[in-house]
């Protein structure tokens, strides 16, 4: 696709339940971010994928969480037995190969925790 | 530890005035810096990305610059117009990995 893609765009879930969040990054895109957005607060570094590299995982808040990238490209965040405090918005976004490049966001996935 | 600071957290103009946003680092040594725009409910779009050897970058009416040594950036949006509401946010790429460093934004609103 032309640009970075999430699903789904909202997920309400009971506390407690597992959710997955999806993302198709940018074609071609060897880099891959995890990132979490609270109400008004800043980007949380959660996760970051590159090429075949074991992943930076360093970001993630609990081992509740969990992520994977298939095949270099579709990466799936998920998250056991939710909590209230996930509420948030899942942003993933990729990048071209080498750092220079920029980086391109989905819309996010807007998490809901009852 | 990398820092990053955006000054002021929110900021509301009337329409056609030229302002300045603020973004400081604490660690000069960064690879490139990248300016965003979030509207409300949405995702980061990327405005400018300025490398490290770069002093500044144009994109119509928006002009961003980098000092290194100063530890700052800023992001400059010439004759304002209501669309340019929105939060923007910069974020500093570290020489020593990959990952971006995010401020907290600033909250701009232009008044009609």
């Known amino acids: 696709g032309a640009g970075v893609s999430q699903s789904p765009s909202n997920k309400v879930t009971e506390k407690g339940k597992d959710v997955e969040l999806r993302c198709d990054p940018i074609?071609?895109?060897?880099?891959l971010y995890w990132y979490r957005q609270s109400l008004g607060q800043g980007l949380e570094f959660l996760i970051y994928?590159?090429?075949?590299?074991?992943?930076?995982k360093s970001g993630l808040p609990s081992d509740r969480f969990s992520a994977e990238r298939t095949g270099g490209s579709v990466s799936t965040l998920t998250i056991q037995r939710t909590q209230q405090e996930d509420s948030a918005v899942y942003l993933c976004?990729?990048?071209?190969?080498?750092?220079?490049?920029?980086?391109?966001f989905g819309e996010g996935s807007r998490l809901t925790v009852l | 530890k990398q820092e990053v600071t955006q000054i002021p957290a929110a900021l509301s103009v009337p329409e056609g005035e030229n302002l300045v946003l603020n973004c400081s680092f604490t660690?000069?040594?960064?690879?490139?810096l990248q300016w965003f725009r979030q509207d409300p409910g949405k995702g980061l779009t990327s405005l400018l990305l300025?490398?490290?050897?770069?002093r500044e970058q144009t994109s119509g009416r928006l002009n961003a610059s980098l000092d290194k040594s100063s530890g700052r950036s800023t992001l400059y949006i010439a004759a304002s117009q209501p669309g340019d509401s929105a939060t923007y946010l910069c974020?500093?790429?570290?020489?020593?990995?990959?990952?971006?460093?995010f401020g907290s934004g600033t909250r701009l609103l232009v008044r009609p």
């Open positions: 660690d000069s040594a960064i690879y490139n």
């Open positions: 074609s071609g895109h060897t880099a």
């Open positions: 994928f590159q090429g075949n590299s074991a992943p930076d």
């Open positions: 976004a990729s990048k071209g190969i080498g750092l220079s490049g920029e980086l391109f």
């Open positions: 300025i490398q490290s050897s770069q």
């Open positions: 974020a500093a790429l570290m020489d020593s990995s990959y990952k971006l460093i």
